[in-house]
């Protein structure tokens, strides 16, 4: 009888919550996107109507959802009409304050932010169905930079056009990991630059991976550019913390130097495309194993992880 008297109240709660969930509009109720964080509680959505959002926002510990009318329509049309725009000021969406797994950004073009467009740091967060495009950072993760973040998923956007250019040299144009714990999934990720600078050739021009684990599937990397290697992936590990990729049903294809470069980490690589990468199509100095995969000419160097 305890046990059922708990469960009836939790469940109560649970609805207790979910009713006082609000849809804050913006401009309606609050002129700008960053005024509806501020006034929104954990559970709400934020639902922002077309138009161009000159901002950089900080969801500042707020567990929601922040979302274009794509939320409630499921309309791709208006992830192109929503926009905000960093106006070179900084990140336009800075994540860093724990934030759980609630939290989620849907249905946007980002664009015009220095120092990333999407900056995560030690939160949880899900990036779904936007454009994310035009962005620089200072040095790491053009597009998207996750640091010590933990379960967040990146699903379903475009990312391209990003650069990252820091004095030493630029390390993942389209979206750095580091520390992280992440899934890629139905991404579209090109035209993405590590930059080369005076002390530093850029890597990973697509993606830079240190130190992570990363699920990747039914992701197209395509026409990014690096000047050290690894322009569609690169992927460093170290010898005292573990670092694990699985590749499932992805293209790596027309990168400029190298489609996945792999050092000092666990890989697998399963019924994918490696084909028109500029030098060696896979770069290895890893523990890789590739089943059902195409890969022209076959791979470049290799040395199994010890």
């Known amino acids: 009888m305890k046990k059922v008297i708990i469960i009836a109240i939790m469940t109560i709660i649970g609805f207790a919550a ?25 559970s709400d959505t934020v639902l922002v109507q077309p138009g161009t959002y000159v ?6 510990g707020h567990n929601i959802v922040l979302g274009s009318l794509f939320l409630t329509t499921g309309d791709t049309t208006y992830i192109g009409q929503t926009v905000i725009d960093g106006d070179s000021a900084g990140h336009v969406i800075e994540i860093t304050s724990f934030e759980d797994s609630l939290t989620t950004i849907s249905g946007f073009t980002i664009i015009n932010g220095t120092f990333g467009g999407i900056y995560i740091r030690e939160s949880n967060v899900s990036i779904l169905n936007n454009i994310i495009t035009r962005n620089s950072s200072g040095g790491w993760g053009g597009g998207i930079f996750l640091f010590n973040s933990s379960n967040s998923k990146i699903k379903n956007n475009i990312i391209t056009e990003n ?15 580091w520390q992280s714990t992440i899934q890629l999934d ?24 240190r130190n992570s684990t ?3 599937f039914n992701n197209i990397i395509s026409q990014n550019k690096s000047f050290a290697g690894g322009s569609g992936i690169y992927c460093l590990g170290s010898d005292n913390i573990d670092s694990y990729l699985d590749i499932v ?32 199509e896979i770069v290895n100095f890893s523990q890789l194993t590739i089943t059902y995969s195409d890969i022209e000419g076959g791979m470049g160097r290799y040395r199994k992880y010890r």
């Open 186 to 209: 139905s991404n579209f990720i090109c035209y993405n630059i590590a930059e080369k600078r005076p002390l530093y050739d850029g890597v990973g021009g697509g993606i830079y991976l």
């Open 18 to 42: 979910s009713a006082f969930a609000t849809i804050i509009d913006i401009p309606e109720d609050y002129p700008t996107i960053q005024q509806g964080i501020d006034a929104s509680v954990d």
């Open 214 to 216: 990363v699920s990747m």
């Open 249 to 280: 049903n992805c293209i790596f294809s027309n990168n400029h130097a190298q489609g996945i470069f792999l050092y000092r980490n666990v890989t697998t690589i399963n019924n994918s495309i490696i084909w028109l990468n500029g030098g060696d």
């Open 55 to 60: 901002e950089n926002i900080n969801f500042n």
């Open 163 to 177: 650069i990252s250019d820091g004095y030493d040299g630029g390390a993942g144009g389209g979206i750095c990991c």
